[in-house]
């Protein structure tokens, strides 16, 4: 099973931006977005299981929502107010049956 993400870029400060990630299967578990800047360590921005409970890092503040479409196998995170301390290479991960599973990252970089 292999995870696609796509949507990161270029954005000024107080715009969006919408991330999508696609399985190639279905996926049971919990399905969720993690961030990593240059010198940090990778960390949860959102979670989300396939009944669509959610679980967000306190810097989201309301900011960012994610959601799934159990039926495409895809998580999406929409991202609004973006910051500049919001540039990071954005994860994917889910819950599978075969494990932990990560995506291959996308950049988003966020202009003062």
């Known amino acids: 099973v292999q995870l696609q993400a796509s949507g990161g870029g270029l954005v000024q400060a107080g715009g969006s931006l919408r991330l999508s990630c696609a399985a190639s299967?279905?996926?049971?578990?919990?399905m969720g977005w993690y961030r990593q800047s240059p010198g940090n360590q990778r960390e949860l921005v959102a979670t989300?299981?396939?009944?669509?409970?959610?679980n967000y890092a306190d810097f989201v503040e309301g900011r960012f929502t994610i959601s799934r479409d159990n039926a495409k196998n895809t998580v999406y995170l929409q991202m609004n107010s973006l910051k500049p301390e919001d540039t990071a290479v954005y994860y994917c991960?889910?819950?599978?049956?075969?494990?932990?599973?990560w995506g291959q990252g996308t950049l988003v970089t966020v202009s003062s």
């Open positions: 991960n889910a819950a599978s049956a075969y494990g932990s599973l």
């Open positions: 299967a279905s996926i049971f578990g919990a």
């Open positions: 989300i299981t396939r009944g669509g409970s959610t």
